[in-house]
């Protein structure tokens, strides 16, 4: 792989200190493995690389192993040893870069996956996208790798031609490669057929939202405050559980101490 590529785009970014555990939603993450696809679309500031972040730290282990080994083969949980992660970014929108990026971040997890990809995206004269993608596909459905890919931030790209590129990929996915996609709006991407077929798992802003409990600790972290529930009710209703919020909030309390 070349290395005029930003590696830092192909790692997860460290949660913060201030990070709250949101076990109901890493639980609906695990259970919508065995589909093709995991969507988390929200506006900004909802928290979605956050909760990625968050689940990919968990490592699969204890209880929550135990209790995902009924749906899932245990090496398709998510581990940070089998999760490729490719943050997205304007530039992206080169469906060349984008393919070149999307070959690199699964190569973190399998570095024999897309040789012959890479090797075809290098030639002055490359076959056509399809046959790229059909050589990568049939590469990964023979590997007994299972990888979970994230695109982070897909909202950037506005670029049909990597639309396209993926909607071939989705449609072909093999068992072993499920991916999530973190945006602010929905993709072009075949979303009604996926939902109809059961392919689909989504998270948007109404499930990323605080609840009442998870906004009295999160104000707890930023601000070492006490809150009263009636004053942390008021704030819940006045963001709408919505996380920047709660945390200018939470900076404007801070200074008033």
Same mark, same amino acid.
């Given at each position: 792989?070349?290395?005029?590529?930003?590696?830092?785009?192909?790692?997860?970014?460290?949660?913060?200190?201030?990070?709250?555990?949101?076990?109901?939603? %890493?639980?609906?993450?695990?259970?919508?493995?065995?589909?093709?696809?995991?969507? %988390?679309?929200?506006?900004?500031?909802?928290?979605?690389?956050?909760?990625?972040?968050?689940?990919?730290?968990?490592?699969?282990?204890?209880?929550?192993?135990?209790?995902?080994?009924?749906?899932?083969?245990?090496?398709?949980? #998510?581990?940070?040893?089998?999760?490729?992660?490719?943050?997205?970014?304007?530039?992206?929108?080169?469906?060349?870069?984008?393919?070149?990026?999307?070959?690199?971040?699964?190569?973190?997890?399998?570095?024999?996956?897309?040789?012959?990809?890479?090797?075809?995206?290098?030639?002055?004269?490359? #076959?056509?996208?399809?046959?790229?993608?059909?050589?990568?596909?049939?590469?990964?459905?023979?590997?007994?790798?299972? %990888?979970?890919?994230?695109?982070?931030?897909?909202?950037?790209?506005?670029?049909?031609?990597?639309?396209?590129?993926?909607?071939?990929?989705?449609?072909?996915?093999?068992?072993?490669?499920?991916?999530?996609?973190?945006?602010?709006?929905?993709?072009?991407?075949?979303? #009604?057929?996926?939902?109809?077929?059961?392919?689909?798992?989504?998270?948007?802003?109404?499930?990323?939202?605080?609840?009442?409990?998870?906004?009295?600790?999160?104000?707890?972290? %930023?601000?070492?405050?006490?809150?009263?529930?009636?004053?942390?009710?008021?704030?819940?209703?006045?963001?709408?559980?919505?996380?920047?919020?709660?945390?200018?909030?939470?900076?404007?309390?801070?200074?008033?101490?």
């Amino acid at each position: 792989m070349s290395g005029n590529l930003l590696q830092t785009k192909l790692y997860a970014p460290r949660l913060r200190p201030s990070f709250i555990p949101r076990p109901h939603l %890493i639980t609906k993450l695990n259970q919508g493995l065995h589909r093709k696809l995991t969507l %988390i679309s929200a506006p900004a500031g909802f928290g979605k690389t956050t909760l990625i972040s968050e689940w990919i730290s968990q490592k699969g282990e204890g209880r929550r192993e135990k209790e995902e080994k009924k749906i899932l083969p245990s090496s398709f949980l #998510p581990h940070p040893s089998n999760v490729a992660w490719l943050s997205l970014d304007e530039q992206d929108g080169d469906l060349t870069r984008f393919l070149t990026y999307f070959l690199a971040a699964l190569q973190t997890v399998a570095p024999e996956l897309g040789q012959q990809a890479v090797a075809a995206l290098q030639n002055p004269q490359p #076959p056509p996208t399809e046959s790229i993608l059909t050589t990568l596909l049939n590469e990964i459905a023979t590997s007994a790798t299972a %990888i979970i890919l994230v695109l982070d931030d897909y909202h950037l790209l506005e670029s049909p031609p990597v639309d396209q590129a993926l909607t071939f990929l989705l449609e072909h996915l093999p068992p072993l490669l499920h991916l999530v996609i973190t945006t602010r709006e929905d993709p072009p991407l075949p979303l #009604p057929r996926l939902r109809v077929r059961g392919q689909l798992t989504e998270l948007r802003a109404a499930d990323l939202r605080f609840t009442a409990a998870e906004t009295a600790v999160f104000l707890h972290k %930023i601000t070492g405050l006490n809150l009263s529930p009636t004053d942390v009710a008021a704030l819940e209703k006045r963001t709408e559980g919505w996380i920047a919020g709660l945390q200018l909030a939470a900076l404007s309390m801070q200074g008033a101490r």
